[in-house]
């Protein structure tokens, strides 16, 4: 089998982030906002979040809990907040 790269251009990247939103394929984190459950990758809440960063990579309770619970925010608000995050700026 050979492996080949192909250099994104950005419609491409575009377009295979919003298959992972649309399909929420790689998901490895799940987030409760308002008592909506969100599955997640990772890397997508790594790279558009500080605090998401910083809850995934320090040592606390939360980086270890099967579901993130994110309290003060309202499920209305955070898919907008999450579908951009999905789509590079």
Excluded: W
């Excluded at 295979?16 to 890397?43: H, N, R, W």
């Excluded at 500080?50 to 579901?67: F, G, I």
């Amino acid at each position: 089998m050979e492996v080949t790269y192909k250099k994104p251009d950005e419609n491409s990247l575009l377009t295979a982030m919003k298959e992972l939103y649309d399909k929420s394929m790689f998901t490895d984190c799940k987030l409760q906002v308002d008592g909506t459950i969100f599955t997640v990758p990772k890397p997508v809440l790594y790279c558009n979040s500080d605090m998401l960063k910083k809850l995934l990579t320090s040592e606390t309770r939360d980086k270890y809990e099967e579901v993130i619970n994110l309290e003060g925010l309202n499920n209305v608000h955070f898919t907008p907040v999450l579908q951009y995050m999905y789509m590079v700026h």
